[in-house]
């Protein structure tokens, strides 16, 4: 054993017996300044204690200062009857307190009695009891927190520990305190009980066992039970103050100087404000010899601080600045511009009222709009655009950027309309001739007069936001395929596993890998079909995916079991699909040119057949425009895919589709056969 484990052994005992054994009154002396020592030295701690788990110890000290008052309350009680004496720290407190007054003493006492029972006492005991109420109705919440945080790797295993530690050690100490704050409400109580004794007990023993006079007898004593109270209650009220600083401080971060000055001080012009109120009450019979002092240190102290937290914040900003140089010159720094944005929106000053929502620009509502348009028509999650002007552009143009490369650029100008024709001209409307960049059709720029007369013309007129809308929409339907990745497709894969589990573990990663489903639905998106019906899609893919990983035959029996949706797509109403057919000499061509190798398989054809099926149905597709339809390629499912990879360079728009991917009851007529 330690000889400090000795020593609070042998005092614990030594506080027991001095109920029992009586001790002399010098030793009572040098006990009651141990008494004080020790409630002032607990009262420091507190107050300097940044947490409540730094002081944890705080209700075991309680409970022995506690039994500590009340044993040297006993032995001075027993020193008080049996020799009408109890030192002079007892008899100093008792004279001086009052001032040589009974009656004062006894009242002075009585108050200290009432403001540690009523205030310190019952209000340390309620905060310490809601206190661990709380804390135990948290700890269910915090613990969720620790496994949320080491779930998603943002500590360790062993910081996660100390945190469990630290909430049950936070339980354990709000549960003690409240129990311990009962030992404070005892004690008062206690002390109350033995003031009447003393003060009853020793009139009669002085009278009866001292051969005091009734008046002698009742001086002395009286003297002797109020210092002995007030011995006991300072203690007891610095202890308590103590408690109360322990439980009230849970929100804290610092000391409580620290506090005090940092929050109590942060507002200087507050002080101006009470600087002026305490000299307007000099103004009054108050005078001003007694507020006008306060009143000047208030507002000295109010000019210091104010000017010491403006030179805090320069040199707060100071540091900011020097930090982000630092960071600008560090090699480390050069990492966060490798990063490369899905998607950006550039534009010139001019353009800026567009995404100024201060001067009524609607364009970031607009954005997520198209957003929501693209998830519900292509099953893309859209990722963020960002949007930003760029002083090197003109004044008035605009370009979109994929991942980081232009890939569409176009003009505005504010204030007027875009005017697109009906197909026949109308020389009345009167405009600057421009190229609408959604569609490359021919357009001019009206203003506001004209706008009416373009609308009773026919023509279509938009605003500068629509058409910028418009625009962005088709860029981002035209570059869907290029906006999905692994982990935007493991993303939707997450997703789907939400609803149908059971599909997305058969199929990943035991048939097919996240880089396989992204490729098949990537070339989906490429011919606009949209990825929304993700359980069909991997429906499919987990029938054939363990036949072939071939990415482009998948692609084909996923479009075949989308045959429902690629057919509303081309025929919303169920109207007659009007398609440009392949003739079975191109088809017996391409499917003979094929060449299947180990990667997959290829088109093999030569420049001159190439250039005849390019202009074959460069011809059919141009009559369909001219008539006003959408042009169609319809071929047979074993050379589809390769007639798409033949014309999607020069005619990107056509769709390619087979026989396989249209419903049985949907009527097909040909408009047209390709032929070598």
């Given at each position: 054993?330690?000889?400090?484990?000795?020593?609070?052994?042998?005092?614990?005992?030594?506080?027991v017996?001095?109920?029992?054994?009586?001790?002399?009154?010098?030793?009572?002396?040098?006990?009651?300044?141990?008494?004080?020592?020790?409630?002032?030295m607990?009262?420091?701690?507190?107050?300097?204690?940044?947490?409540a788990?730094?002081?944890?110890?705080?209700?075991a000290?309680?409970?022995?200062?506690?039994?500590?008052?009340?044993?040297?309350?006993?032995?001075?009680?027993?020193?008080?009857?049996?020799?009408?004496?109890?030192?002079?720290?007892?008899e100093?407190?008792?004279?001086?307190?009052?001032?040589?007054e009974?009656?004062?003493?006894?009242?002075?006492?009585?108050?200290?009695?009432?403001v540690?029972?009523?205030?310190?006492?019952?209000?340390?005991?309620?905060?310490?009891?809601?206190?661990?109420?709380?804390?135990?109705?948290?700890?269910?919440?915090?613990?969720?927190?620790?496994?949320?945080?080491?779930?998603?790797?943002?500590?360790?295993?062993?910081?996660?520990?100390?945190?469990?530690?630290?909430?049950?050690?936070?339980?354990?100490?709000?549960?003690?305190?409240?129990?311990?704050?009962?030992?404070?409400?005892?004690?008062?109580?206690?002390?109350?009980?033995?003031?009447i004794?003393?003060?009853?007990?020793?009139f009669?023993?002085?009278?009866?066992?001292?051969?005091?006079?009734?008046?002698?007898s009742?001086?002395?004593?009286?003297?002797?039970?109020?210092?002995?109270g007030?011995?006991?209650?300072?203690?007891?009220?610095?202890?308590?103050?103590?408690?109360?600083?322990?439980?009230?401080?849970?929100?804290?971060e610092?000391?409580?100087?620290?506090?005090?000055?940092?929050?109590?001080?942060?507002?200087?012009?507050?002080l101006?404000?009470?600087?002026?109120?305490?000299?307007?009450?000099?103004?009054?019979?108050?005078?001003?010899?007694?507020?006008?002092?306060?009143?000047?240190?208030?507002?000295?102290?109010?000019y210091?601080?104010?000017?010491?937290?403006?030179?805090?914040?320069?040199?707060?900003?100071?540091?900011?600045?020097?930090?982000?140089?630092?960071?600008?010159?560090?090699?480390?720094?050069?990492?966060?511009?490798?990063?490369?944005?899905p998607?950006?929106?550039?534009?010139?000053?001019?353009?800026?009222?567009?995404?100024?929502?201060?001067?009524?620009?609607?364009?970031?509502?607009?954005?997520?709009?198209?957003?929501?348009?693209?998830?519900?028509?292509?099953?893309?999650?859209?990722?963020?655009?960002?949007?930003?002007?760029?002083?090197?552009?003109?004044?008035?143009?605009?370009?979109?950027?994929?991942?980081?490369?232009?890939?569409?650029?176009?003009?505005?100008?504010?204030?007027?309309?875009?005017?697109?024709?009906?197909?026949?001209?109308?020389?009345?409307?009167?405009g600057?001739e421009?190229?609408e960049?959604?569609?490359?059709?021919?357009a001019?720029?009206?203003?506001?007069?004209?706008?009416?007369?373009?609308?009773?013309?026919?023509?279509?007129?938009?605003?500068?936001?629509?058409?910028?809308?418009?625009?962005?929409?088709?860029?981002?339907?035209?570059?869907?395929?290029?906006?999905?990745?692994?982990?935007?497709?493991?993303?939707?894969?997450?997703?789907?596993?939400?609803?149908?589990p059971?599909?997305?573990?058969?199929?990943?990663?035991?048939?097919?890998t996240?880089?396989?489903?992204?490729?098949?639905?990537?070339?989906?998106?490429?011919?606009?079909?949209?990825?929304?019906?993700?359980?069909?899609?991997?429906?499919?893919?987990?029938d054939?995916?363990?036949?072939?990983?071939?990415?482009?035959?998948?692609?084909?029996?996923?479009?075949?079991?989308?045959?429902?949706?690629?057919?509303?797509?081309?025929?919303p109403?169920?109207?007659?699909?009007?398609?440009?057919?392949?003739?079975?000499q191109?088809e017996?061509?391409?499917?003979?040119?094929?060449?299947?190798?180990?990667?997959?398989?290829?088109?093999?054809?030569?420049?001159?057949?190439?250039?005849?099926?390019?202009?074959?149905?460069?011809?059919?597709?141009?009559?369909?425009?001219?008539?006003?339809?959408?042009?169609?390629?319809?071929?047979?499912?074993?050379?589809?895919?390769?007639?798409?990879?033949?014309?999607?360079?020069?005619?990107?728009e056509?769709?390619?589709?087979?026989?396989?991917?249209?419903?049985?009851n949907?009527?097909?007529?040909?408009?047209?056969?390709?032929?070598?």
């Amino acid at each position: 054993m330690k000889p400090k484990d000795l020593f609070i052994i042998l005092g614990i005992i030594g506080i027991v017996l001095m109920m029992i054994i009586p001790i002399p009154i010098f030793l009572i002396d040098l006990l009651l300044i141990l008494n004080i020592s020790i409630a002032l030295m607990i009262l420091l701690v507190a107050m300097n204690t940044k947490e409540a788990l730094d002081f944890s110890i705080f209700p075991a000290i309680l409970l022995v200062t506690t039994l500590f008052r009340l044993a040297l309350s006993v032995s001075t009680t027993r020193s008080i009857l049996t020799h009408a004496e109890a030192g002079e720290v007892i008899e100093t407190f008792g004279r001086w307190v009052g001032g040589g007054e009974v009656a004062i003493g006894f009242i002075v006492f009585l108050i200290l009695v009432v403001v540690q029972f009523i205030v310190i006492t019952k209000g340390s005991e309620r905060v310490a009891e809601v206190a661990a109420r709380f804390t135990l109705d948290a700890m269910p919440g915090k613990q969720m927190s620790i496994d949320a945080d080491l779930n998603s790797g943002l500590i360790n295993e062993q910081q996660a520990r100390e945190r469990r530690s630290k909430i049950e050690k936070e339980a354990d100490f709000y549960g003690a305190m409240d129990g311990a704050s009962k030992f404070v409400k005892g004690d008062a109580i206690a002390t109350i009980i033995i003031l009447i004794i003393n003060l009853i007990g020793g009139f009669i023993v002085g009278m009866a066992m001292h051969g005091m006079s009734f008046g002698e007898s009742l001086e002395t004593f009286s003297i002797l039970t109020i210092g002995d109270g007030l011995v006991a209650q300072i203690p007891a009220l610095l202890i308590s103050t103590a408690a109360g600083l322990i439980v009230t401080r849970a929100a804290s971060e610092g000391t409580l100087a620290d506090d005090l000055t940092g929050q109590m001080l942060r507002y200087p012009k507050m002080l101006y404000i009470a600087a002026g109120t305490i000299a307007v009450l000099g103004l009054t019979p108050i005078g001003i010899f007694t507020t006008w002092p306060y009143a000047i240190i208030l507002a000295i102290g109010a000019y210091v601080m104010q000017k010491r937290l403006t030179k805090k914040q320069e040199q707060e900003e100071l540091l900011v600045e020097e930090q982000q140089i630092e960071e600008v010159r560090s090699p480390e720094s050069v990492i966060s511009l490798l990063q490369v944005d899905p998607i950006e929106f550039e534009f010139g000053y001019g353009l800026i009222p567009l995404a100024d929502t201060q001067q009524g620009g609607d364009l970031l509502d607009r954005i997520i709009m198209i957003r929501r348009q693209c998830a519900l028509e292509l099953g893309l999650v859209v990722p963020v655009i960002r949007i930003r002007d760029n002083i090197q552009l003109k004044p008035n143009e605009y370009v979109i950027k994929i991942k980081g490369n232009t890939v569409a650029r176009g003009d505005l100008l504010l204030n007027h309309y875009l005017a697109m024709s009906p197909g026949f001209e109308d020389d009345s409307v009167i405009g600057i001739e421009t190229i609408e960049p959604a569609f490359g059709l021919p357009a001019i720029w009206i203003d506001e007069a004209m706008k009416e007369r373009a609308e009773l013309s026919g023509y279509t007129v938009v605003d500068p936001p629509s058409v910028v809308a418009t625009h962005l929409t088709e860029i981002i339907k035209r570059h869907a395929h290029e906006l999905i990745g692994r982990q935007e497709a493991k993303m939707l894969v997450e997703n789907v596993k939400e609803s149908y589990p059971a599909l997305v573990d058969e199929l990943i990663p035991s048939i097919l890998t996240i880089g396989d489903v992204q490729k098949v639905l990537s070339k989906l998106l490429k011919e606009k079909v949209s990825i929304r019906d993700l359980v069909t899609i991997f429906e499919a893919l987990a029938d054939h995916g363990s036949y072939t990983k071939d990415p482009d035959i998948l692609t084909e029996y996923v479009r075949q079991s989308l045959s429902r949706q690629i057919t509303q797509q081309f025929s919303p109403g169920g109207d007659t699909l009007r398609v440009i057919t392949v003739g079975p000499q191109l088809e017996k061509k391409i499917a003979e040119s094929v060449q299947q190798t180990d990667q997959g398989s290829y088109i093999a054809l030569d420049p001159i057949s190439t250039q005849q099926i390019y202009q074959k149905i460069g011809e059919h597709v141009s009559r369909q425009i001219q008539s006003g339809q959408q042009p169609i390629v319809l071929a047979s499912p074993t050379i589809r895919m390769y007639l798409r990879q033949i014309i999607e360079r020069t005619m990107q728009e056509v769709p390619v589709l087979s026989y396989s991917e249209l419903e049985p009851n949907i009527e097909v007529q040909s408009v047209g056969v390709v032929n070598l």
